[in-house]
């Protein structure tokens, strides 16, 4: 789980999927990656910062 108000990732993912699974030694259906923004709360949603 990515938590950011920037940069949208989802595009990234596929690619983001791949390499972990790579890192890792799994197969990417192994991995998941999912997005979430904190709507503008918080230091993340003035984008100072990306939490996982």
């Known amino acids: 789980m990515v938590v950011a108000e920037r940069p949208i990732i989802a595009s990234h993912v596929p690619l983001m ?4 699974a790579a890192a890792l030694g799994v197969e990417i259906s192994a991995v998941s990656v999912k997005a979430t923004t904190p709507e503008g709360m918080g230091a993340l949603g003035r984008g100072e910062g990306i939490d996982a």
Request: no cysteine; net charge positive.
């Open 17 to 20: 999927r791949e390499r972990i």
